[in-house]
């Protein structure tokens, strides 16, 4: 069974960097559409984007401009870049798959193989 792993989160200050890793086992990435999305306690999950099974990219308006997702197909694994971070950034970040392969969305409700997430905080 496909199982997802998130990494790369921690503590930045604003303004800062990181690049979180959506790595998977039991089975391929490839073919699937993959996406990221976060939640802070209390909230709904938000979507962010998502990269197509033939890596077309699609970024909702919270993550415009400064988010950047990626594949790499021989570590079976996603990337999601996030530049300028800040305060708000603050939440904890997953990775899911689409539940339709030829589908690529920022629904969380069309989204399955979740992992247990990594937490980003953005603060001095």
């Known amino acids: 069974q496909l199982q997802l792993v998130e990494s790369g989160g921690g503590l930045v200050q604003p303004g800062g960097s990181l690049r979180l890793s959506c790595a998977a086992s039991?089975?391929?990435?490839?073919?699937?559409?993959v996406g990221w999305f976060r939640q802070v306690r209390g909230k709904e999950r938000e979507g962010l984007s998502c990269?197509?099974?033939?890596?077309?990219?699609l970024y909702t308006d919270a993550a415009k401009g400064r988010v950047s997702i990626s594949r790499d197909v021989a570590k079976n694994t996603v990337y999601l870049q996030i530049n300028s971070l800040k305060p708000e950034d603050t939440a904890v970040y997953y990775c899911?798959?689409?539940?339709?392969?030829?589908?690529?969305?920022?629904?969380?409700?069309?989204?399955?193989?979740w992992g247990q997430g990594t937490r980003v905080t953005v603060s001095i």
């Open positions: 899911a798959t689409e539940r339709r392969p030829l589908s690529c969305t920022t629904f969380s409700v069309a989204y399955k193989n």
């Open positions: 039991g089975g391929s990435l490839r073919g699937l559409a």
């Open positions: 990269i197509s099974w033939k890596d077309e990219t």
